[in-house]
């Protein structure tokens, strides 16, 4: 089993995995051939050519790409799709081999369905366009983010590019056979989160009320200016009057 991960399509992702695949098997014909070479036992004549035996099999191999992107997935998964047939003979077209790709698209997969820190992953995942959800299901499921695995965390951190939670991992203290404890992480980030927003909303306010004290006071509204410096619910109607959200 070989994964992909895409946070973006890929219209030739069909040919992609396809090379990886016949990569592995030229990898595992190579390694025939080599003990063959290095052992023996090759019958004279058509095996010996070959360089294998007839009945020698190899392992298959199958892609699973992993899409964690915004949205469906609606690039091509066969290989026929990325292929200009246009003019081609219809027997000649049903000759053309396929090649089909399967694409697992985290957003809608259910967390519930899944014992492992997939469960974690797709949780978190799902909940990717909110650090608040984000933060809330973590709350909810404290007890196993306390028992998460290293790599669960790390890929987690990865895919939703949580740069500044990958940074708390070293502060995390591991539990014996049982993973990190990541709470201490979790619960750092999520109150520097906070403050963060706290700091957003306390400028974004500045800036809301600056426009307005300049356009009152370039309108002469001088009186009305100093009450939307101190008066909250003057100043309230004012955003509303001049339109400022």
């Known amino acids: 089993m070989a994964l992909e991960n895409q946070d973006e399509e890929n219209p030739y992702m069909p040919l992609r995995c396809l090379e990886y695949d016949v990569e592995d098997l030229e990898r595992q014909l190579r390694h025939l051939k080599r003990y063959y070479q290095r052992n023996g036992g090759l019958e004279p004549g058509k095996e010996y050519l070959c360089g294998i035996k007839g009945t020698d099999r190899l392992v298959p191999t199958v892609t699973l790409v992993v899409f964690h992107g915004k ?111 990541m709470c201490k992480a979790f619960d750092d980030w999520a109150k520097e989160e906070q403050e963060k927003g706290r700091k957003e909303g306390r400028k974004e306010g500045e800036i809301r009320l600056g426009m307005l004290i300049d356009r009152l006071i370039g309108e002469g509204r001088t009186a009305d200016a100093r009450k939307a410096a101190t008066d909250l619910q003057a100043r309230r109607r004012l955003y509303q009057e001049y339109g400022i959200g």
């Open 71 to 181: 949205g469906e997935w609606k690039a091509a998964t066969g290989l026929q799709e990325i292929l200009d047939t246009s003019g081609m003979d219809d027997v000649l077209s049903r000759m053309l081999a396929d090649y089909r790709i399967r694409v697992l698209n985290l957003a809608q997969l259910e967390e519930g369905n899944f014992k492992t820190g997939l469960r974690e992953l797709v949780g978190m995942f799902k909940r990717r366009d909110s650090k608040q959800e984000m933060q809330k299901y973590y709350t909810k499921n404290r007890e196993r983010f306390r028992k998460m695995d290293e790599e669960t965390y790390d890929v987690i951190c990865a895919i939703l590019k949580l740069d500044a939670l990958e940074k708390k991992k070293s502060g995390c203290c591991p539990q014996k056979k049982e993973g990190f404890n």
